[in-house]
């Protein structure tokens, strides 16, 4: 019998989005715009109730200059 794979779920790493803003001088509102997505998807984003589709990782990870994916996700187990 073949065992499952675990799904995963990619979520945000809030310090890194904090950090990247704080450093850019950029508001979580301006962010959103940026990336072409709601304030409110990116609050959602941010305290982990919603997780980002491909597109919306690729530009968060370009407006935010950053390139490597661990450094602004996540990857969660769920059973």
Do not use: H
């Amino acid at each position: 019998m073949k065992r499952r794979q675990p799904a995963c779920r990619v979520k945000v790493r809030p310090s890194a989005v904090w950090e990247r803003l704080n450093r850019l001088n950029v508001t979580q509102n301006q962010l959103a715009t940026m990336v072409g997505i709601t304030s409110g998807y990116l609050s959602q984003l941010i305290t982990g109730t919603r997780s980002p589709s491909a597109e919306v990782r690729k530009r968060l990870q370009e407006t935010l200059e950053i390139p490597i994916f661990d450094d602004l996700f996540v990857l969660e187990v769920v059973e």
